[in-house]
């Protein structure tokens, strides 16, 4: 290969990278839908706190209910009944950060820039991601794991998560039954899965 054609090649494949991985930076959609609050109609946020970033850690769960939602309608909808339910417990908004449906696409709750309520202790040091349905036997379908790897990439692009987090389930940190048995099997097989007890460490802080 001529150095020339090298060049061309590294080029090509940097701007691939950043087509794929980088929607914000290069002006080309994530490969997934995202669903801003807007898009869902999600009523104002009244606990708005910053979370300090990136954050150490990631925590997956499930819905356990709304069920899985398969379209766009039916996983709007079962964001509007997570945040009703959520302001019913006096939390001020859904507590997730991210909630992605069956179908694939990324829902936006707090964001990635403000505290969430979905771990207790580990609330101040994590992004919440919930994987609509119950997925205690059943197995999430392969868009939604999809999305859900992808947007974990997306917060490290943006600073919001620690290149070097940990991925848990939530009942690896309280006692729950969430994210479901069949969906913490796959997850323990991703990269970043951490059996490890969480303790707030100093250089967390
Ligand atoms: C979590 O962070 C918020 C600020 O975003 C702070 O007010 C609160 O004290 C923190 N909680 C703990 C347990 O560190
Ligand atoms: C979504 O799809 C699953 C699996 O096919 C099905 O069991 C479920 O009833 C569907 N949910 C709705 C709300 O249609
Ligand atoms: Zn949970």
Same mark, same amino acid.
């Given at each position: /290969? ?30 997934? #839908?995202?669903?801003?609050?807007? !898009? ?7 606990? +708005?706190?910053? %979370? ?7 925590? $997956? ?20 009944? /997570?945040? *009703?339910?959520? *302001? ?5 908004? $859904? ?12 829902? @936006? ?19 919440? +991601?919930?994987?609509?349905? !119950?997925?205690?036997? @059943?197995?999430?379908?392969? @868009?939604? #794991? @999809?999305?859900? =790897?992808? %947007? +974990? *990439?997306?917060?490290? %692009? *943006?600073?919001? &998560?620690?290149?070097?987090? =940990?991925? =848990? ?16 099997? &796959? +997850?323990? =097989?991703? !990269? ?14």
């Amino acid at each position: /290969m001529s150095l020339s054609c090298a060049f061309t090649t590294l080029v090509l494949a940097i701007h691939v990278y950043l087509a794929i991985g980088c929607p914000q930076l290069y002006g080309v959609q994530a490969p997934y #839908l995202l669903y801003s609050r807007e !898009d869902w109609g999600a009523v104002h946020a009244t606990d +708005i706190h910053p %979370l300090k970033t990136p954050v150490p850690y990631v925590i $997956i769960h499930h819905t356990y209910l709304p069920a899985a939602c398969n379209s766009t309608q039916q996983c709007k909808a079962a964001m509007k009944s /997570m945040q *009703n339910y959520h *302001n019913s417990l006096d939390w001020g908004d $859904i507590g997730y950060h991210f909630c992605v449906g069956s179908e694939g696409g990324a829902y @936006e709750g707090r964001g990635w820039h403000n505290l969430g309520i979905h771990a207790g202790p580990v609330n101040n040091y994590s992004i919440g +991601i919930c994987l609509i349905g !119950d997925w205690r036997v @059943e197995q999430p379908p392969r @868009e939604m #794991l @999809e999305t859900t =790897k992808s %947007l +974990i *990439n997306t917060g490290i %692009l *943006n600073g919001a &998560i620690s290149p070097t987090y =940990k991925l =848990k389930g939530h009942s690896q940190i309280m006692a729950t039954e969430c994210p479901g048995t069949a969906l913490l099997d &796959i +997850i323990s =097989k991703w !990269d970043h899965y951490s059996e490890e007890q969480f303790v707030i460490n100093k250089k967390d802080n």
